[in-house]
C-alpha cells in the first residue's frame, strides 16, 4: 500500500516538472480518499504559485539606474576630455617653444663663430651643438606626447629630474651673480613641462592611478 508520504514526495516532483516514481492515475485515486494529500496539494500549489516570480513581473531597473548615473558620468567624461584637450594644447606649445629655443641656440653659436670664440676653446662649440641637440629633443617629445598622453608616465621623470638639477643650479648662479635671463626661461620652461605633463598624466588615467595607490597605502591587513 503506498503511504501518504509517498504520494505527497510525488506530488512535490510533479509540481516541480520532474518525473514521479507513481502514476498519475495512483496519485488521483489516491487523492479523491485522503483529505490530508488534497490539502497537502492545494498549499504546495499556493507556495509555488507564491514563490515562483517570472522576468515580467521583475522591475526592469536599468533604465532608472542608467537615468540616475548617466549624466554624471558624462559630466565626468566631459570634464576629463576638456582637461586633457588643454593640456594637450599647451604641449603642443611648448614643444615650438623649445623647437625655437633650439633653433636660437644654433643662431648664437654661428654668431660665437664669427666672433672667433670657438676658436679659442673648442668646447664651446660641442656644448653649443649639444644643448640645442637636447632641446630640440625635448621639444619633439613634447610634441610626441601631446599625440600619444600615454607618453607623458615616462617623460614626466625626464622633465622633473632636469627641473630639479637645473633649480639648483640656478640657485647657486643667484648667490655668485651670475644668473643669466636665458637660464630664467629655461628653468620657468622646464617647470611648465613638467606641470603640464602631470597635468596631462592625470587627466588620463593617473587619477584612478593615484587613488588606488592611495587606498593600497591606507589598507588594514587583517590576520
Not at 503511504?3 to 498519475?24: P, T, V
Not at 495512483?26 to 507564491?50: M, Q, S, V
Not at 643667484?174 to 603640464?196: D, E, F, M, P, R
Request: proline letters at 2%; a negative charge.
Amino acid at each position: 500500500m503506498i503511504s501518504c508520504q509517498e504520494i505527497q514526495r510525488a506530488i512535490s516532483a510533479k509540481l516541480d516538472n520532474e518525473k514521479a516514481d507513481i502514476d498519475d492515475t495512483i496519485i488521483e485515486a489516491h487523492l479523491e480518499g485522503c483529505a490530508d494529500c488534497r490539502a497537502y496539494l492545494e498549499n504546495a500549489r499556493l507556495l509555488k504559485a507564491e514563490l515562483s516570480v517570472t522576468d515580467d513581473d521583475a522591475p526592469d531597473l536599468t533604465d532608472l539606474i542608467l537615468a540616475g548615473v548617466g549624466p554624471e558620468v558624462r559630466r565626468a567624461e566631459s570634464r576629463r576630455a576638456t582637461s586633457l584637450a588643454i593640456a594637450r594644447t599647451l604641449l603642443v606649445l611648448l614643444g615650438i617653444a623649445y623647437i625655437i629655443w633650439a633653433i636660437a641656440t644654433l643662431v648664437e653659436s654661428t654668431h660665437l663663430v664669427t666672433e672667433g670664440i670657438f676658436s679659442e676653446d673648442p668646447l664651446v662649440s660641442d656644448m653649443m651643438v649639444n644643448l640645442a641637440a637636447a632641446r630640440v629633443a625635448l621639444g619633439f617629445g613634447l610634441l610626441f606626447a601631446s599625440w600619444k598622453t600615454e607618453v607623458a608616465t615616462g617623460m614626466l621623470p625626464i622633465f622633473a629630474t632636469l627641473w630639479t638639477f637645473s633649480f639648483g643650479f640656478a640657485a647657486r648662479d643667484l648667490i655668485v651673480g651670475t644668473l643669466s635671463n636665458g637660464n630664467i626661461v629655461g628653468l620657468l620652461l622646464l617647470l611648465a613641462a613638467t606641470l603640464v605633463l602631470v597635468w596631462t598624466w592625470l587627466s588620463g588615467y593617473g587619477r584612478s592611478a593615484v587613488r588606488r595607490a592611495w587606498q593600497a597605502a591606507n589598507a588594514r591587513p587583517t590576520f
